[in-house]
C-alpha cells in the first residue's frame, strides 16, 4: 500500500495567494475599479496596478503619499476631498464621495469612491482602504443625455436658434475633449454662421456668406458635393488654400 504526498505545502499556498492575486487584478481591469489603502501614521500611499492605470500611471511606476494624491485631484476638488476624508477619520466607519483627477497628459477623468476607516483593538485609527471605480463614460452619458433634454426644451420653447446651436455645440465639445465644434446654416449657395462658441469671432465672421463649391473647406465642400468631408490636416489639404 502506498501513499501520496499532501499538496498543502507552503509551495501551493503560495501558487493560490497568486492565483488569486492575478484573479482580483484581472477582475479590477475589467470593472476599472482601483483599490488603495492608506496609512495616516506614516502618510504612505498604497495603491493597485489598475489604480495606478486608472491615474494614467505605468503601475508601480512612482511612489504615492496623501500629498501626491491630493496633487493629481481636479484643482476644483482639491479641499473638499481633503474635508471629506477628514470627516471619515473623525467619524469613523465607511464614507464615499465623486472626485475629478488630473491624468499626466491632462485629460479629467471622474471616480467614484468609497472607503472604511480601520481601527485597531483599541479603537485606534491604523488606516484606510477603499476602493476607486472610473465613472467617467457615465458621467459623459448623463451629461449628455441632460444636455439632449436641454436642447429639446429649448426648441419647444422657441429659443432663438443661434442659442440652440450654441448649446449643441458645447454639449458636443464636452463630449469630446480638445474638439471645436461650428455649426454653418446653408443659405441657397452660401453657407452662414451658425453657431462656434470657441473659434474666434474673427473667424466666424470671415467665413459668414461664403459661397459653397468644390474646394470651400469642410463644410462648405461637403454643402457642395452632399456627402461627408474629412479633412485631416488644414494646413496642407487643397480644400482648405483659401480659409488658411
Not at 12 to 40: C, F, K, M, V, Y
Not at 49 to 56: N, S, T, V
Not at 189 to 209: C, E, F, M, T
Request: charged fraction near 25%; include cysteine; aromatic fraction near 6%.
Amino acid at each position: 500500500m502506498s501513499t501520496r504526498g499532501s499538496n498543502s505545502g507552503p509551495s501551493s499556498t503560495a501558487r493560490l495567494a497568486a492565483r488569486l492575486e492575478q484573479q482580483l487584478s484581472t477582475a479590477q481591469q475589467i470593472t476599472h475599479i482601483g483599490s488603495w489603502e492608506w496609512d495616516p501614521v506614516t502618510q504612505a500611499v498604497t495603491w493597485s496596478d489598475e489604480l495606478y492605470r486608472i491615474y494614467g500611471l505605468e503601475p508601480r511606476s512612482c511612489e504615492i503619499t496623501f500629498q501626491s494624491f491630493l496633487s493629481r485631484l481636479h484643482p476644483d476638488d482639491r479641499e473638499r476631498v481633503q474635508s471629506e476624508v477628514g470627516r471619515a477619520l473623525e467619524a469613523g466607519g465607511r464614507f464615499g464621495y465623486a472626485e475629478r483627477i488630473l491624468r499626466p497628459d491632462g485629460t479629467v477623468r471622474n471616480l467614484d469612491t468609497v472607503g472604511e476607516v480601520v481601527r485597531d483593538e483599541a479603537g485606534t485609527v491604523v488606516g484606510l482602504i477603499g476602493t476607486c471605480r472610473d465613472v467617467t463614460a457615465q458621467v459623459k452619458a448623463e451629461r449628455l443625455k441632460e444636455a439632449e433634454a436641454r436642447v429639446l426644451e429649448m426648441v419647444a420653447s422657441g429659443t432663438e436658434l443661434g442659442m440652440v446651436l450654441t448649446t449643441l455645440v458645447l454639449a458636443i465639445e464636452e463630449q469630446v475633449p480638445d474638439t471645436l465644434g461650428s455649426i454653418l446654416l446653408l443659405d441657397s449657395d452660401k453657407v452662414r454662421h451658425g453657431a462656434a462658441p470657441s473659434l474666434p469671432a474673427a473667424y466666424n465672421a470671415g467665413i459668414d456668406g461664403r459661397t459653397m463649391g468644390p474646394a470651400a473647406g469642410s463644410c462648405g465642400t461637403a454643402a457642395y458635393r452632399r456627402q461627408q468631408v474629412f479633412v485631416t490636416d488644414i494646413e496642407t489639404d487643397p480644400l482648405w488654400a483659401d480659409y488658411r
